[in-house]
C-alpha cells in the first residue's frame, strides 16, 4: 500500500517570494507521482505529473517538481510566487501498472500575502 | 470540450434520506473514479469504474453506499439512509482509456446531511 505525507499543512509566503511545499511517499512498488491545486470550492487541477525519465517536472503556472527516488520524496516548487496562488496543493501517488487510485496526502495550503 | 460534469453541486439530506450523485465523464473517457474529502482531510478514494463494471471498490464503506457506471448515462454514488458523518464533497474523476493516470477531476458535490 502506498501512502503520502505533507510536512506541512500552512505555508504562508509573500509575494514574489520562492515556496517549496514538501512531499514525502512511501510505497513497496514503483509509482507515478502527482501534485493537484485546489482553489476555494472548486475541484482538483492537475498541476504536474511524474511518470518516468526526467526527474525535473515542469508543471503549469511556472511550477516545478523533482523527483528523488533515494529519498522518496516529490516536493514542489516556484521561484516567485502570485497572491492568485494561494490554494491548498496536494500531492498524490498512483501505483505503476496496479489499481488506477490516486492516495492523496493531506494537503498543504499556500497563503500569498501582499 | 466539456470537462467532467457533477451534479448537483450541493445537496442537502436530512439523516435517513437517500442521497444520488451524479458524474458525467469527459467526453471519449471511459473510466471513473469516486473520491471523498472530509473536512481537514485529503481525498479518500471510493470505487472505480469502466462502463458498466465496478474495477475497484476497496474504498467504498461496506454498508449504504453504492455505485454504478451504465452503459448509457452518468456514473451514480448512491448513499442510502445518510447520517451526519456522510456530509462531505465528493470528487468525480474521469480518464482515457489506458491512461488511467491521467485523472481529471469535476467541480464536486458538497452533500449535507441535517
Known amino acids: 500500500a502506498q501512502s503520502v505525507t505533507q510536512l506541512d499543512s500552512q505555508v504562508p509566503v509573500f509575494e514574489e517570494a520562492p515556496v517549496e511545499l514538501r512531499c514525502n511517499y512511501s510505497?513497496?512498488?514503483?509509482?507515478?507521482l502527482f501534485w493537484y491545486v485546489q482553489y476555494p470550492n472548486q475541484g482538483l487541477q492537475l498541476l504536474l505529473k511524474?511518470?518516468?525519465?526526467?526527474?525535473l517536472v515542469k508543471g503549469i503556472n511556472g511550477f516545478e517538481a523533482e523527483f528523488n527516488k533515494s529519498q522518496t520524496s516529490f516536493h514542489l516548487r516556484k521561484p516567485s510566487v502570485h497572491i492568485s496562488d494561494t490554494a491548498e496543493y496536494f500531492c498524490?501517488?498512483?501505483?505503476?501498472?496496479?489499481?488506477?487510485?490516486?492516495?492523496f496526502g493531506k494537503g498543504t495550503k499556500l497563503t500569498v500575502n501582499p | 470540450n466539456a470537462g467532467v460534469m457533477q451534479n448537483p453541486r450541493h445537496l442537502v439530506r436530512r439523516r435517513g434520506q437517500e442521497a444520488r450523485l451524479r458524474c458525467s465523464p469527459m467526453?471519449?473517457?471511459?473510466?471513473v473514479y469516486w473520491y471523498r474529502q472530509l473536512p481537514e482531510e485529503g481525498l479518500k478514494f471510493m470505487v472505480y469504474?469502466?462502463?458498466?463494471?465496478?474495477?475497484?471498490e476497496s474504498g467504498m464503506p461496506k454498508e449504504r453506499f453504492s455505485a454504478e457506471f451504465p452503459k448509457e448515462g452518468p456514473s451514480i454514488l448512491r448513499i442510502q439512509q445518510v447520517v451526519r458523518g456522510d456530509s462531505a464533497a465528493y470528487f468525480c474523476?474521469?480518464?482515457?482509456?489506458?491512461?488511467?493516470?491521467?485523472?481529471?477531476f469535476g467541480p464536486g458535490t458538497r452533500l449535507t446531511v441535517t
Open positions: 474523476a474521469s480518464s482515457p482509456q489506458g491512461r488511467a493516470y491521467e485523472q481529471y
Open positions: 510505497s513497496s512498488v514503483s509509482v507515478y
Open positions: 511524474y511518470l518516468s525519465g526526467s526527474t
Open positions: 498524490a501517488v498512483s501505483e505503476k501498472g496496479g489499481s488506477e487510485k490516486l492516495v
Open positions: 467526453k471519449g473517457h471511459s473510466h
Open positions: 469504474l469502466q462502463k458498466e463494471n465496478i474495477i475497484d
